[in-house]
């Protein structure tokens, strides 16, 4: 028997699927994560935009090219909007939600809808080794934050974390070159009053490097910086969500700071990390957005100058608070898109130029174009010339080169 688990969305999504494909093989499935002739599907949906959503409800279709008499089962943020969107379609026999995903593993003859309210962090299967050299490790669900265009609190529900001693046991067992530490609300981490630093605290044994996925302004403090700086090889690089450098729009979305919180806690960072990268996220043309606002958030990212930035126009999102806004005309978000769009490219140039001559550690990672790649420890996408190798090694930069720098070993 054949199975396919289809991931649609973000990294914590991918954890969950490879969760899922562990508990599929222990059942005795062949399995993959790309789409092709199987017995049974399972579709990790995606509901962060209205264009995630018309994806994950594509690749039912797609599915059944391959086989018209598979079970199909959907799961995850858009099954959890629009539940009765995916049972209608045919060729689906179960829906499940974004909670307590492994237990389909237990359902799979099961028909209908099943929706598991869980409230406290469910794990049954954990994923096997990784075929690449990085691990995305799924630490944080849920959260409380309910930014006014923010679907995703009312579909994954409140914040709940993982145990910190099972994040250390799947990191050491998967014994990847890099971990990723990652989640819904990362910051929001808090087992039974164990902080986002408690949690560095405990994985200061681990060898490999560490990474850590979107922060909010609110977790970088002193002794934050500090608990990251005693990991044994950490990788200083900081995406720290901003969505608008303007503190009208940043109310507007009940974001929790102002953009003068947000340019000190960069300061802070590059305080303890020099030659960090601080990446970020921008949302062009929210309802409320002026003119003068979006440019404030142009000069905030020319203060921070980030490494990249993650940008993308405003879609709204029934069911937000934000929802109830007229929304800009397209033209206008289309307008700004493509300042910001230049932006980004000037800065992440900037950036790697910065770096050119410097070595720095490189763990190489997959082919693209006849060319070994790999990231940087501050996030810098290096092509190397060389044949196959593993493991971390110390590269030069000597140009830019595609979207990151070519690098020669040293």
């Known amino acids: 028997m054949k199975a396919v688990v289809f991931t649609l969305g973000c990294k914590v999504n991918s954890c969950e699927s490879a969760s899922l494909m562990t508990g599929l ?155 990723v530490i990652t989640g819904i609300n990362l910051s929001a981490y808090n087992y039974q009053g164990i902080g986002l630093k408690g949690l560095i605290e405990r994985l200061s044994v681990v060898n490999c490097r560490i990474r850590l996925g979107s922060l909010e302004v609110g977790v970088i403090t002193e002794e934050f910086l500090k608990s990251l700086k005693n990991l044994k090889d950490f990788a200083p690089h900081f995406h720290l969500s901003l969505q608008s450098g303007a503190n009208a729009t940043l109310k507007a979305m009940n974001r929790k700071y102002t953009r003068e919180e947000y340019l000190e806690k960069c300061e802070l960072i590059k305080q303890h990390f020099p030659n960090c990268a601080i990446t970020t996220d921008v949302i062009v043309g929210y309802s409320t957005e002026t003119q003068a606002d979006f440019e404030d958030s142009i000069d905030l990212c020319n203060r921070v100058g980030f490494a990249d930035i993650h940008c993308f126009p405003y879609s709204r999102r029934e069911g937000t608070v934000g929802a109830k806004l007229k929304e800009l005309p397209s033209s206008v978000k289309d307008e700004r898109m493509d300042v910001i769009l230049t932006l980004k490219k000037q800065l992440k140039d900037k950036f790697i130029s910065e770096n050119i001559g410097r070595v720095l550690e490189v763990i190489p990672e997959d082919v693209e174009g006849g ?11 290096v092509y190397l010339t060389c044949k196959a190798i593993s493991g971390k090694k110390k590269v030069k930069l000597i140009s830019l080169f595609n979207d990151g720098a070519l690098g020669e070993i040293v």
């Open 25 to 179: 093989k222990e059942c005795g499935f062949e399995v993959s994560d790309k789409l092709g002739t199987a017995d049974l599907f399972i579709i990790n949906t995606c509901a962060v935009t209205a264009e995630a959503e018309k994806k994950s409800r594509q690749t039912i279709a797609r599915a059944r090219k391959f086989n018209a008499n598979a079970k199909i089962i959907v799961t995850g943020c858009a099954s959890q909007k629009s539940p009765q969107d995916f049972l209608d379609k045919q060729g689906v026999t179960l829906v499940t939600g974004t909670n307590s995903k492994e237990k389909i593993i237990d359902h799979l003859e099961s028909e209908g809808l099943i929706i598991w309210e869980e409230k406290d962090y469910y794990e049954k299967y954990l994923p096997e080794n990784p075929e690449k050299t990085r691990a995305y490790i799924k630490v944080q669900d849920g959260c409380n934050n309910f930014c006014s265009y923010c679907i995703i609190p009312y579909l994954r529900g409140r914040t709940r974390s993982r145990n910190p001693d099972k994040v250390l046991e799947e990191i050491l067992r998967l014994n990847p070159e890099e971990a």
């Open 371 to 381: 060319y070994l790649v790999g990231y940087t420890e501050n996030y810098i996408k």
